[in-house]
């Protein structure tokens, strides 16, 4: 089946802090070049997770590489939910 890469960096699981928009931007192009080297084209998303919010979801969304977000908390609310699925169109 397809593959998704989804990213989170450790510090953020479970903390409500996620990583600034050059960090982000930064891991997934890593994690871009390394499915590159393994033969992985640019068709495999790369989502972020890590306290991803209605607040937040824009910016990361304008982030090159970033695909869609893997929402954890959010996804508990259905108003923010809703927003987050709104917002990824």
Known sequence: GPLWVAYEPVWAIGTGRRAEAPQVQEAHAFIRAELSRHGAGAEVPILYGGSVTPESFP???G???V???LV???ALDPAKFGQLIAQAG
Request: hydrophobic residues 40%; negative net charge.
């Open 67 to 69: 695909a869609g977000g």
């Open 72 to 74: 954890g908390g959010a």
């Open 59 to 61: 910016e990361l969304l």
């Open 63 to 65: 982030i090159p590489e």
